[in-house]
């Protein structure tokens, strides 16, 4: 079947969406030489007077007795703010000149007390663990001073937010702390060397990237670094481009580093197969262009694609050519790489899971269980003409010693089944094929080789499939990795 050629679109169910609703306002509140009212000597209590003075409050105390958790903490200080104990209750003279008010009431009356006092005194007030008596939350604390993150689930849902920053904690260096104050004094350089725009976000994407290396911030040879990106970032003010692997549907496949180029780019040239999800995780003033290539389907010609990509970067900005899968394997990266070299465009490659990989973790099977197979093989299941490719070794695919996963072959299924029983390979193979895999819609079926073609007509042909032939889907090893059931009987 013949594709039809179409231009690139800017497709308007793809634009970066309009934020959302939100449950409150995050907001970051300088609290450095400030007086902030905390009244109680509870050990909640405690833990809040040491978070505010970790910001930089003076932190006054209001509690007749205080709990163990306080001695310590007045003993040992604040490692930025300070205490100040008033063993007295609090009154309306406490909140002059406060800037917040923090309360561990015991009960609704005395909570109902002091937040009426605050307001009066127009200061925002919390009372722990009470939100109807609270003008803001705590949430959970990501601490990489002075980059700090803040989660909340607006009080629904706390420990969801600790497992959130546990999670985020993993993907920060604890370096990064340092990197960060290197930024302050590297700003000046920026803006006064460096036009506004390309020339200053180029700057700070390389600075970036060594931040989150691992390395530790050179805080002493900072002049040189700064000095060193500020040449780099006038050189590549010329444009670049990344080719990025997707992965095969699911965002959370997606690598840190692919996810770090899609927040840097200034114009996204999409497939079709590339979830919404995945989009939304760019930088939301990047430029979307949908470029689909599908087989059999309307599609974008490789050549308007890759003028495409040359013409952007000659316009200064950092081209993501972003791709399904991986975009070296069958993702013709190799000849979108060839077109930016012979323009003298820089361009560098972000690999991402191919689809056979993600198939082998959501069966829970090992393309190279080394009882079935010593070798995997990936195998375009169809040729640029619409039929089977004639250049494959089908001989050497009947090895029964290897793994076979078969790309793009949906259409061409019966094919390849009769091909590869003409060639010998037995028809009682154990065979398998996915659609849409990762995908909410993904479907399964697991069968042998001489079933394949009726197999994959189940699965329908809107979606991509993957095929994989060979021992280790045997159909007592398949095993789903999230509860799904296979399609069909005898499976």
Sequence with gaps: MTAISRK??????????????LASLPLFFPLEGRRVILAGGTEAAAWKAELLAAAGAEVHVYAKELEPAFDDLLKAGSIKGGFVHHERAWSAESFHEAALAI????????????????????????????????????????????????????????????AIRRRIETLLPESLQGWAALA???????????????????????????????KKAPQEQADRLGTALVSDAKISATGRVTLVGAGPGDAEYLTLKAVRALQ???????????????????????????????????????????????????????????KSGDPMIFGRGGEELDRLAA????????????????????????????????SVRFVTGHSRHGDLPQSVDWRGLTDAATTTVFYMGARMAAKISARLIGEGLSPHTPAVAVSAISRERERRWTGTLGELGSGVA????????????GSVFRAEAVRSQDGQADLAVNF
């Excluded at 000046?188 to 976000?201: P, T």
């Excluded at 040239?269 to 990047?286: P, S, T, W």
């Excluded at 829970?364 to 009882?371: P, V």
Aim: aromatic residues 6%.
């Design 343 to 374: 323009e003298g465009i820089p361009s560098t490659v972000v690999p991402g899971i191919t689809a056979a990989s993600a198939m082998a973790a959501r069966l829970g099977i090992s393309l190279t269980h080394r009882d079935h197979a010593q």
């Design 264 to 322: 840097s780019a200034d114009v996204i040239l999409f497939d079709d197969l590339v979830d919404d999800a995945v989009l939304e995780l760019a930088r939301r003033e990047a430029k979307r262009m949908l470029v689909g290539k599908r087989g059999g389907r309307e599609s974008c010609r490789q050549e308007d694609i890759n003028s495409m990509m040359v013409s952007l970067a000659r316009q200064g900005r950092h081209v993501v050519r972003l």
């Design 184 to 214: 302050g004094k590297l700003r000046g350089k920026a803006l006064a060397f460096l036009e506004a725009g390309q020339e200053r976000r180029r700057f700070w994407e390389q600075f970036s990237d060594l931040a989150f290396s691992g």
């Design 8 to 21: 690139p679109v800017e497709p308007e169910s793809r634009r970066a969406a309009r934020v959302g609703a």
């Design 458 to 469: 189940q699965l329908g042909f809107d979606n991509p499939v993957l095929i994989g032939v």
């Design 103 to 162: 309360a561990d009431a015991d009960g609704d009356e005395e909570a109902a007390a002091f937040v009426s006092a605050a307001r009066a005194a127009g200061v925002p007030v919390n009372v722990i663990d009470n939100p109807p008596y609270c003008d803001f939350q705590f949430g959970s604390i990501v601490n990489r001073s002075p980059v700090v993150i803040g989660i909340s689930t607006a009080g629904v849902a706390p420990i969801l937010g600790q």
